[in-house]
């Protein structure tokens, strides 16, 4: 017959180790909560650290990947100026409607030393300004957007100058009045913004004064002058020239924002 004893302990172990298996699961419980409730720990030194150079890094590759296109930008503008300035000087020499003196030294264009160099200044100014205008704006400028529009508007804004000088008027009222309609008629067919019309004529109203001041002072002059110094149809050219490299600049900095360079 068994004991009373041993019966006691063949049924209390198991109950025994069942309380203390509950006992550890509920420590295992306390444990986890404690954990999931107690905050984050900060991410290490050195990983931030390297978030940080790594941002700076982004930053100052993107900083010079935009002052090289600026800077690539100016050369093409200034370039464009600089051989519009010789092909459309050459036109004015030839029909004796620009005079230099005899003492300038002439290039093989016939023209002064000093006018390429300023005419491709001016284009390069005027070619990044109309694009940064159209950003402080809000207004991209998209209409035409494509090389081949480009090219047509320099082609008619050397026609707008071949006209100045081959085309024979009764009087000059006549001509800058043919010129005027011909460059709004460059701005409405490949422009058509309110901000390329405010700089064409801020641009043809600043580059006027500059000419009179220079022929004042007799840089150079103009044959028949009918507008104090000048030629009446000078602005007209001077508008339809800003429209013309406006177009140009602003067709370089839409090329060079949708490269893989800024995206």
């Not at 290490?44 to 600026?70: K, M, Q, T, Y």
């Not at 600089?82 to 003196?101: C, M, S």
Request: net charge positive.
């Amino acid at each position: 017959m068994p004991r009373l004893d041993d019966h006691f302990w063949s049924c209390s172990c198991p109950a025994s180790e069942r309380h203390k298996k509950h006992l550890r699961a509920g420590a295992g419980g306390l444990a986890a909560k404690v954990d999931h409730g107690a905050p984050h720990s900060s991410p290490s030194p050195r990983r931030h650290s390297a978030s940080v150079s790594g941002h700076h890094c982004s930053s100052s590759r993107h900083a010079n990947s935009w002052h090289h296109h600026l800077v690539q930008r100016s050369l093409v503008l200034f370039s464009v100026g600089v051989v519009l300035a010789l092909v459309l000087n050459l036109l004015q020499i030839q029909r004796n409607v620009t005079l230099f003196p005899d003492e300038v030294i002439a290039t093989i264009f016939s023209s002064a030393w000093w006018v390429p160099p300023c005419c491709g200044t001016a284009a390069a100014v005027v070619g990044l300004l109309y694009p940064c205008i159209d950003s402080h704006l809000g207004e991209p400028h998209k209409f035409k957007r494509e090389w081949a529009s480009v090219m047509r508007c320099i082609a008619v804004f050397v026609g707008i100058n071949h006209a100045s000088a081959k085309l024979d008027f009764a009087n000059n009222v006549q001509l800058s009045l043919t010129l005027a309609a011909l460059s709004l008629g460059l701005w409405w067919t490949f422009d058509r913004s309110r901000s390329g019309l405010g700089l064409g004529i801020t641009i043809a109203f600043l580059a006027t004064l500059i000419t009179q001041f220079l022929v004042y002072n007799g840089v150079y002059q103009y044959t028949s002058p009918d507008f104090l110094y000048i030629r009446s149809w000078l602005p007209c050219i001077f508008f339809s020239g800003g429209v013309t490299v406006g177009n140009i600049g602003r067709q370089l900095a839409m090329n060079l924002n949708s490269s893989p360079h800024f995206s």
